[in-house]
């Protein structure tokens, strides 16, 4: 996901300016210095990577802004639910938005956007990485205590719209305080090697150390704790479940809200699906030593490009899994006077 800056005796001397220990996709190859036999590998990158990212980009933004339209819109859709489902399409659609940027560092191999520019481009690369997983996880407690609720026949009085509202500006405001450390860190990079400027995190010496400490901090946060969290969270919510055909309540549980926690499960498993890879590359970088080949690069980019495609498959899911979802887009594709 991100740039990072180490020092040139780290880099093999041809391709010095891909760096696989980041796993990133806006890492650039130099082609002037590439084997004859990996140019044509190379080169295809050079223009498949920008015409994944651009439909990614198209379809993130659309879905993505139908979402929070018909959310905004439709009465009906301001529920507890819709409103993190809402935030979650924000974070998405802050992040489609800046990939033209990254398309256009890719296709000219060197940044020429600024410092400013770049600390955002870089925190909001790192903001998606979070926010994700975050507002998945508040999901997951919401629905947990939905089934809690149901199960024990008791009122939710707290779970209100304006109650899912300050949940979600608390997430913002903690994801923006985890990201923060990568925002200090990020800056315009020129390599000894070709003079290119590059929009990178700069750590201080010891660089690899710092390194590994960002890659564990991302993993820890960004990862282990909040995917333990859910995991708990839907094997009680299971139990309880299977447990409600033995008592009276399961009548309770109707198919409105089975529905509901069904969508946020699979909503779920499709952003794991999507940044496992990710975070698992993460292990695979801090505990080997992998040499700059073909295949390793191929696959980074590919994990890369499987976890930025998670901001444009959500709108799918609502659609597929959701009715009222479902005839909100139909209505707004329809056309009407004003």
């Known amino acids: 996901m991100e740039n990072v800056s180490v020092s040139s005796s780290a880099l093999p001397i041809c391709n010095n300016s891909v760096n696989l220990d980041s796993f990133t996709s806006e890492n650039s190859t130099d082609l002037n210095c590439t084997p004859p036999s990996d140019f ?28 929070i339209y018909v959310i905004l819109k439709a009465p009906k859709m301001k529920t507890v639910t819709n409103m993190f489902i809402l935030n979650l399409a924000i974070a998405d659609d802050l992040f489609t938005l800046v990939l033209p940027i990254n398309i256009a560092e890719h296709l000219l191999n060197y940044w020429p956007f600024g410092e400013v520019l770049c600390k955002i481009i870089l925190s909001i690369d790192h903001y998606n990485i979070f926010s994700s997983i975050y507002f998945l996880t508040v999901m997951s407690i919401d629905r947990y205590l939905v089934v ?14 304006r109650a899912a509202k300050i949940i979600s500006l608390c997430v913002w405001i903690l994801v923006i305080f985890i990201v923060m450390p990568f925002s200090g860190f990020a800056g315009v990079d020129v390599s000894p090697n070709d003079e290119r400027k590059r929009c990178v995190l ?30 708990i969270l839907y094997t009680m919510m299971l139990y309880k479940l299977r447990n409600m055909r033995l008592n009276s309540n399961a009548k309770a549980l109707d198919k409105a809200k089975k529905k509901v926690t069904i969508m946020v499960f699979i909503v779920l498993a499709v952003c794991l699906f999507c940044w496992t890879p990710f975070h698992l590359s993460t292990i695979v970088v801090l505990t080997t030593d992998l040499r700059t080949t073909p295949l390793v690069i191929g696959i980074s980019y590919f994990i890369t490009s499987l976890s930025y495609a998670n901001s444009c498959l959500n709108p799918f899911l609502y659609a597929f899994l959701d009715d009222s979802f479902r005839k909100a887009f139909k209505k707004m594709l329809e056309c009407q006077p004003a």
């Open 148 to 161: 809690w609720a149901t199960v024990r026949s008791k009122r939710m009085p707290y779970r209100t719209y």
């Open 202 to 231: 700069s750590f201080p010496s010891p660089e690899n150390l710092w390194f590994k400490m960002s890659r564990i901090y991302t993993l820890i946060l960004g990862f282990a704790i909040p995917v333990s969290t859910i995991c």
């Open 40 to 67: 044509y590998f190379y080169a295809d990158l050079y223009v498949i990577l920008p015409i994944i990212y651009s439909v990614i980009c198209a379809v993130g933004l659309t879905g993505n802004t139908a979402v």
